[in-house]
């Protein structure tokens, strides 16, 4: 399964009522793609292959939004605000590394 498919299928079939459950959902939806790169990253990879993986990440992130933006998901404005290349991002470690591949 792709992850943008992966990550609307858990978000649709999450039920949502609280600020808690969405809260839980984003650390959910964070979860399902560092799941999907972690292990695919290797201390052999070249940093090319390295930074392409990540940026199929954050592309997954955006179609699996853009889809939510289709089908007018209540919520679909907070979990575009709160992306994961955002968080990613807000790491000046993690962008460091990136910025460095």
Request: a neutral charge.
């Amino acid at each position: 399964m792709f992850l943008d498919d992966q990550l609307y299928d858990h978000t649709i079939n999450k039920k949502v009522t609280s600020p808690d459950d969405f809260k839980d959902l984003i650390n959910e939806l964070y979860k399902l793609c560092e799941d999907r790169w972690k292990p695919q990253l290797a201390q052999s990879m070249k940093t090319k292959d390295a930074k392409i993986l990540l940026d199929r990440i954050f592309i997954s992130w955006d179609l699996f939004v853009k889809r939510l933006y289709k089908e007018n998901w209540y919520l679909v404005d907070f979990i575009d605000k709160y992306s994961y290349k955002n968080t990613y991002f807000s790491n000046p470690k993690l962008k460091e590394i990136y910025d460095n591949l």
